[in-house]
């Protein structure tokens, strides 16, 4: 084999692949380099400090395809020990330059049929390792600066555990089981609308994960689907989302002018209904941002009517002993408000938590109930630290105290029991 019919043997990698002539002949020169280092021994050995300076070209033209393999030799006496990867003798450099004399260096030309079938094989393995790694790179590097986009592929098959597509360009994404929809069920063919939610290099291969759970798909499908938020008019503040339950998503806008709820719904909700058929009829509540946090979690719970709402902050122990603050709010509601407040299965609650990042707690409002009193009233029969423990956990009130029992009171205040029923007994006889 020439060098010419060599390299015309590597064009169906082309056509194949996919990749273009300057890039396959770049990886060509690379393997062939690799090739004529191991032949003349080039590669770095136990207890050598440096790699062994190259005395070879590998010369790939680009635009006849013609391959050169130059070898320079120092030209050494006849008849003594010589490396004849580094050395040639007199005798046989002057059959390549008649005027060769020892201790200059010539330059020996290596045909492809010089390399031996063991190498030529070891180049066609090379070559087809080095392509791989190529091209995983290149599907690395078109998904990555692509995560958190929305992207459309199709169904090649469906596993128990996964669903493996295809994109128009031939890449290959997973979608596991736990990013789909609960009510997804897909077929061979059909079409799959996601977000990227990685990109990640396995067994050197490249892991694209097409999410439709991630909040970052519902958010683009906002953006696909509501030209304010396209245009940056409306912001997307929060999201919380149970997929295929329900979602809550918090908007606002700085153009006074615009209702960004409104223009969310659209008119009978002609434009979030898209986004529901898409999230398989998936519940959306949207609902105006604000940074005042009462109002926030006030409208975070809707359809419940809030009637008050306390906050506070309580710590606890992990499991590593590492202390963690937690953002709590006792929210009061009616009764007949109770059941919408917690949603069913408790929906409505978690994702009220989630949107505003305060674990709420549903209190039921007696509307009769007796009016209640601030702790700081008690200063007179209650030490002003212990008034001051119980603030600092959000209980500002006599009643808010009385409504947790003593070992919740001791833990999250520090206090000792026998002082907490102290206190529990003074705020009982204002009432009962």
Not at 14 to 38: A, C, F, G, N, P
Not at 181 to 196: A, W
Not at 357 to 373: H, L, S
């Amino acid at each position: 084999m020439g060098n010419k019919e060599f390299i015309e043997a590597f064009k169906e990698y082309k056509s194949e692949r996919m990749i273009s002539h300057s890039e396959l002949l770049d990886i060509l020169q690379e393997v062939l380099e690799s090739t004529m280092r191991k032949k003349l021994g080039l590669i770095r050995k136990k207890g050598e400090e440096e790699q062994p300076e190259d005395n070879f070209d590998v010369i790939v033209n680009p635009d006849t395809g013609d391959i050169e393999i130059w070898v320079y030799l120092e030209v050494v006496p006849d008849g003594e020990e010589y490396d004849p990867n580094r050395q040639i003798p007199l005798s046989e450099a002057r059959q390549i330059e008649p005027d060769a004399e020892v201790g200059e260096e010539i330059s020996k030309e290596i045909k492809i049929t010089d390399l031996g079938r063991r190498n030529i094989m070891r180049i066609k393995q090379l070559f087809d390792a080095k392509l791989s790694e190529y091209e995983n790179k290149q599907v690395y590097d078109f998904f990555k600066d692509r995560v958190g986009e929305l992207y459309t592929a199709d169904v090649n098959h469906v596993r128990r555990n996964a669903v493996y597509l295809i994109d128009d360009e031939g890449h290959e994404l997973i979608m596991p089981k736990e990013e789909q929809i609960p009510q997804d069920n897909f077929r061979k063919d059909d079409t799959v609308k996601g977000v990227i939610k990685s990109v990640d290099i396995v067994n050197n291969k490249p892991l694209v994960i097409l999410s439709r759970t991630d909040n970052r798909f519902l958010e683009k499908l906002f953006e696909q689907e509501i030209p304010e938020i396209a245009d940056s008019l409306i912001t997307i503040n929060r999201i919380a989302r149970i997929p295929g339950v329900k979602a809550k998503v918090a908007v606002s806008t700085y153009d006074d002018r615009i209702d960004p709820v409104g223009a969310c719904v659209g008119i009978k909700g002609s434009r979030i209904h898209g986004i529901v058929r898409e999230l398989r009829n998936e519940n959306i509540d949207v609902i105006n941002y604000t940074d005042n946090t009462e109002l926030f979690i006030q409208r975070a719970l809707a359809p419940a009517k809030v009637v008050k709402i306390y906050l506070f902050e309580t710590e606890e122990e992990d499991k590593e002993g590492n202390i963690v603050k937690k953002k709590e709010a006792d929210v009061y509601v009616k009764p007949d408000d109770i059941s919408k407040a917690i949603g069913k299965n408790g929906v409505n609650v978690n994702l009220a938590s989630m949107l505003t990042g305060w674990d709420i707690n549903i209190k039921r409002f007696e509307e009769n109930a007796e009016e209640d009193i601030e702790l700081s009233e008690f200063e007179d029969e209650i030490d002003p630290y212990i008034i001051e423990a119980f603030q600092k956990i959000g209980l500002d009130y006599a009643k808010s105290v009385l409504e947790h029992d003593v070992d919740y009171l001791v833990k999250k205040t520090g206090l000792e029991r026998k002082t907490i029923e102290e206190v529990m007994d003074i705020l009982r006889k204002e009432f009962y």
